[in-house]
């Protein structure tokens, strides 16, 4: 059965490096999505993407944050300058046409 | 907000029993959706109610939408200990992004 990976499982990053995580989602989806989640709370989302350029982002996605598909396959996060509070399980989803997410087992980001 | 809210925050019952899981929305939406989130993995969608649509069924599973009320309800029913996971709804405006509620965490012991 198809489906989204997600590389790292876990990413341990000193506060102000550079992390990106990557993604591969399901080949024949058109939508890509990264949401993450404290530890212990809500799925919050970040980011929608569509048609290689973002459709729609959360006020947490801010200029720290960017995405990319670079070669039709992959779908990265990058986080430019960590943050104690990024520390979080980041989720990669992807969809076709339809409202059925499929969603990757998740990053966990550890900054210290 | 257009943000879900589940109750209750915690359910914990015995196997063969039913489980119902509330959840609240404010905004106008087209679908509402539920996952499932075993402890630490990714979520895996249960179901899908579109606006139009009262009630759905999956095996053990039964979804009702009151777009009136704004709140939708789960229900598992016979549950198992397999079924101890966290449960979200998820509401859509145009299938563009879900958004996620705070979770229902179900605790089935054997």
């Known amino acids: 059965e198809p489906e989204v990976t997600q590389t790292p499982s876990h990413q341990v990053t000193q506060m102000g490096q550079e992390v990106i995580l990557r993604c591969v989602p399901i080949?024949?989806?058109?939508?890509f999505y990264w949401y993450r989640q404290i530890l212990g709370q809500k799925v919050e989302f970040l980011v929608s993407?569509?048609?290689?350029?973002?459709?729609?982002k959360s006020e947490i996605f801010d200029d720290q944050f960017s995405v990319e598909r670079p070669d039709g396959s992959n779908f990265t996060l990058k986080i430019r300058s960590t943050k104690l509070e990024d520390s979080a399980m980041y989720f990669c989803?992807?969809?076709?046409?339809?409202?059925?997410?499929?969603f990757g087992e998740g990053s966990r980001l550890t900054v210290l | 907000s257009q943000q879900g809210e589940e109750d209750p925050q915690a359910l914990s019952i015995q196997e063969g029993e039913n489980a119902t899981m509330n959840c609240s929305y404010k905004?106008?939406?087209?679908?509402l959706q539920w996952y499932r989130q075993n402890s630490g993995r990714g979520l895996v969608h249960l179901i899908l109610?579109?606006?139009?649509?009262r009630e759905k069924h999956s095996g053990r599973l039964r979804v009702t939408l009151d777009t009136s009320k704004k709140s939708s309800s789960l229900l598992i029913t016979a549950s198992r200990a397999a079924d101890t996971a966290s449960y979200f709804c998820?509401?859509?405006?145009?299938?563009?992004?879900?958004?996620f509620g705070t979770g229902t965490r179900l605790l089935v012991s054997p």
């Open positions: 993407f569509y048609n290689n350029e973002i459709s729609e």
């Open positions: 998820a509401t859509g405006v145009n299938f563009q992004k879900l958004v």
């Open positions: 109610i579109r606006s139009n649509e």
């Open positions: 989803a992807s969809k076709q046409d339809t409202g059925e997410l499929f």
């Open positions: 080949s024949n989806h058109l939508y």
């Open positions: 905004t106008s939406i087209n679908n």
